[in-house]
């Protein structure tokens, strides 16, 4: 690399005549981990995805608010039911000088629903994409597909002559052995072009003078430093080194809060914790014969045994979100109603489970990860705490994330931890069709535990092609009011986001916890 | 000579085969790297393809000998994390870490012998109990929380050195050093330190006791009788025998040195060959992981080997034992 100072200098210059005049603002971010590569379509780490975001654009984009807006795309329509026709915005250039136009949109769509495509399963239906002119794209589904948008949100566009021209037209195989050019160089229509990047120590994004959009940001530079330790990220953004970190370790929120100069964000987010049950017929606990927890009354009672406020006081610092359903209030599916948080009560609690036939309790197994959540094995502890009180004895093994959530797939344990943002989607209908339908096929993928209920699993179909928003609404509601009345999981809460930056950064917060820089200010 | 290079790579050999066995049986019990590589919701059959096109439904001996087989041809295969070939990455990273061991290394040796020698020659001294004291702490604090400590003081109160990362580095091509920029050094100071500190009270404490020793020893007796002056002595005779095992204990701590930066690389945000396998093992990215500990326990045999060939030059008994006595 030639000496950073020089480029520096020479990038500076450039932005600032383009500019006209208007001060150089750096953002130097701070995260907790690197980005995989840069190409979006070789994996689904949603961090990456969505800081490649700077760089690459696709056809439609969520606002601040977490809504559809359009991107590259200008307007839609579904021309029937398994065809929607995109119209594309005319005047784009892609970072290298290209025009953007309907064979980029054919030769991504083509790239990310490829057979070899790690994203392949974020775009499912996705047949086929057809050119109609210059300007106007078909996209070809399996059925009637309401949630196409929000997919289309993660299917980032690239140049179709740039991946011929260096022979990344196919997705990267990592079978072959060899690197891909696209994970080390990128070449999009965004707010930002990419600079230069050493893994795990920097990247670096530069503006895009030529992007299509007003620009609501002041930013001339991006650099993201990836910093996986939480104490010395902190200490980064302490002693100045850093405009935002990103998350911000709950337990540091105070010290950041007293530093002049520098605030925390935070906010509910869209993930919904929440813990899964073996329904089957035998317990993995070895003390425990059978399998209480089969039993809809044994899962109503242990609801009266949590108490929700205790787990956000204690546990989560007060900033979490106490859910009685098992999506965050900003997910298409949310119901007041079904949100009601049920009363912490030990006495009954323990009555209905004597009720149930377990006056003297039971016994499980409980399993939670210990590097997946925010503080998410003290919530197991003090959950299996809560439980001991109504006589349930939960054998608790707190383990890493790659064996919990093995094991939890494989059904080897009574009650596990599971984090559920619905993202990409940002719809009920990801949990409706992973974690609530009857395991087989494509649905069910997320519900080890076996919960079955053949009115949930007919009103999660008719979800999926329904595109009619308002009945697709009120059915999926109707899925879930079933789905709490029988205790299929027992929801938590919504994790909170902690980002932290300085006061004089401006950025919204999300609450897909992704920052969004080009709508980021410093002043 | 040759015959005894020829016994040592045999055994570099011997112990890299043993290295990866033990790492593929390890790998067994870190996790699905599925689980990292596809969305959640990833359908069953989508797990199966991918398991099956990555060759992970293959028996553990067949993934083993694959690995062996691969990896005698320098092939390491492409890291589950990266998409890139796991030989590039460590190369890549190598420099990090090779430049941060020397200069702790060296950091290690310019304080650790001098302040051995001075605490052997004023025993009694208060600054001597007191580098004591000081040294016993250097060994029983956990370097993590030297290294956060040194960030504290250093970054966040003083704000003179920056508490991450390895500044501007310049590209040579085939290396990235941190030598050449103001930056580069800066970032260089605290890990260093932290990752000196440990070795440096060891070599201390080391140099004390042998040095005692040896002071205590006949021949320095005898010399001294003989009026030889007291600089002589101590410079000429008596630190020459006790650098001996000094230079034992300090070629296996460089390797331990290798090892220990993993902990410095991960608090710093270094990135070096350590970090990387950090990442790997939370990422259950097996060939990352095999890849390091084959190549880590080459680096500990090719020091042990210039160790041992070191002491047969400093230490003239060895040498003796094979080639046949001359005068005396």
């Known amino acids: ?523 | 000579m040759f015959a005894f290079l020829i016994r040592r790579i045999i055994q570099a050999a011997l112990v890299m085969l043993v290295v990866a066995s033990i790492a593929f049986l390890m790998f067994r019990f870190l996790g699905d790297p599925i689980s990292n590589l596809l969305p959640e919701d990833a359908t069953v059959q989508d797990r199966t393809e991918m398991r099956e096109k990555m060759g992970l439904n293959d028996p553990v001996l067949v993934q083993y000998g694959r690995f062996i087989v691969d990896a005698a041809q320098g092939d390491f295969g492409q890291s589950y994390r990266n998409n890139r070939p796991v030989s590039d990455l460590l190369a890549e990273r190598f420099p990090a870490t090779a430049e941060l061991v020397l200069v702790a290394a060296s950091l290690a040796l310019a304080l650790g012998i001098p302040l051995g020698i001075y605490t052997a020659l004023n025993p009694r001294g208060w600054l001597s109990q007191g580098l004591q004291v000081i040294s016993l702490l250097g060994i029983s604090v956990p370097t993590f929380v030297t290294g956060i400590l040194l960030i504290l003081v250093f970054s966040v109160s003083l704000g003179w050195l920056p508490s991450f990362g390895r500044g501007t580095v310049v590209d040579l091509g085939w290396w990235t050093t941190g030598f050449l920029t103001v930056s580069g050094l800066k970032a260089l100071i605290l890990p260093a330190i932290m990752l000196a500190l440990f070795q440096m009270t060891l070599i201390m404490r080391l140099v004390r006791a042998e040095m005692l020793e040896v002071l205590r020893a006949d021949y320095i007796k005898f010399a001294k009788a003989r009026g030889i002056p007291n600089r002589m002595l101590h410079f000429k005779y008596a630190l020459k025998n006790t650098l001996i095992p000094v230079m034992t204990i300090f070629g296996l701590q460089l390797g331990g040195l290798i090892a220990f930066a993993i902990i410095t690389e991960t608090v710093f945000q270094w990135p070096g060959m350590g970090f990387l396998f950090i990442q790997a093992v939370n990422f259950t990215d097996v060939p990352v992981m095999a890849a390091y500990l084959v190549l880590v326990s080459f680096i500990f045999v090719v020091i042990n080997t210039l160790v041992d060939l070191l002491y047969n030059v400093a230490d003239p008994r060895l040498r003796a034992e094979r080639t046949p006595a001359r005068g005396v």
């Open chain 1, 1 to 523: 690399m030639t000496p950073r100072n020089l480029l520096f200098t020479a990038t500076s210059a450039l932005a600032l005549a383009c500019a006209g005049g208007a001060q150089a603002e750096t953002f130097r971010l701070g995260t907790n981990g690197d980005l995989y590569g840069l190409d979006p379509h070789s994996m689904t780490d949603s961090f990456t995805v969505s800081f490649l975001n700077h760089v690459y654009e696709a056809l439609v984009r969520y606002d601040a608010d977490l809504k559809i807006e359009p991107a590259l795309a200008t307007s839609w329509e579904q021309i029937d039911e398994t065809t929607v026709r995109y119209t594309l915005r005319e005047g784009i250039k892609f970072h290298d000088g290209q025009d953007f136009s309907a064979e980029d949109v054919v030769a991504s769509v083509k790239r990310a629903a490829h057979e070899d495509s790690p994203i392949r399963g974020n775009i499912a239906g996705l047949v086929d994409a057809k050119m109609v002119d210059e300007m106007t794209v078909d996209l070809m589904l399996d059925g009637p597909n309401p949630l196409l948008n929000n997919f289309l949100t993660n299917v980032l566009i690239f140049d179709s002559s740039w991946l011929e021209e260096h022979d990344a037209l196919d997705p990267i195989d990592a079978q072959k052995g060899e690197e891909g050019y696209t994970t080390s160089n990128a070449n999009g229509t965004g707010p930002f072009r990419f600079e230069s990047r050493t893994p795990d120590a920097q990247t670096v994004l530069t503006i895009n003078s030529g992007w299509w959009d007003e620009p609501q940001h002041n930013l001339t530079r991006i650099e993201l430093n990836p910093i996986n330790s939480d104490a010395t990220r902190v200490a980064a953004m302490l002693s100045g080194e850093l405009d935002m970190i990103f998350p911000s370790p709950l337990q540091d929120a105070k010290r950041i809060e007293s530093t002049d100069g520098m605030h925390v964000l935070e906010a509910p987010g869209l993930r919904a914790i929440m813990m899964g049950i073996n329904m089957s017929d035998k317990s993995n606990n070895p003390n425990q014969d059978g399998n209480p927890l089969q039993k809809t009354e044994v899962r109503q009672a242990l609801v009266h045994a949590i108490s929700y406020d205790l787990l956000r006081d204690k546990i989560m610092r007060g900033k979490s979100r106490n859910l009685g359903g098992l999506v965050a209030p900003q997910v298409p599916g949310f119901d007041e109603g079904v949100d009601a948080i049920p009363a912490y009560d030990p006495e009954l609690a323990k009555k209905m489970l004597a009720d149930a036939g377990y006056p003297e309790g039971f016994s499980l197994n409980m399993n939670c990860p210990n590097d997946r959540y925010v503080n998410d094995a003290a919530i197991c502890q003090a959950l299996a705490a809560m439980f001991a009180r109504v006589g349930v004895k939960a054998d608790l093994t707190a383990e890493t994330k790659a064996i919990h959530f093995e094991r939890a797939r494989a059904n080897e344990t009574d009650m596990f931890m599971l984090g559920w943002a619905t993202l990409p989607m940002l719809d009920g209908y990801s949990v409706l069709s992973a974690m609530l339908h009857t395991p087989g096929g494509q649905m069910g993928t997320w519900n080890p535990g076996g919960y079955s209920n053949p009115e949930v699993d007919r009103l999660t179909e008719a979800v999926a092609t329904e595109l009619d928003a308002e009945k697709r609404h009120e059915m999926m509601v109707e899925a879930f009011r079933i789905a709490d009345d029988e205790v299929a999981w027992l929801p938590l809460h919504a994790q909170p986001l902690s980002w932290a930056a300085r006061d004089a950064v401006k950025i919204p917060q999300t609450a897909d916890d992704k920052p969004r820089l080009w709508l980021a200010r410093i002043e």
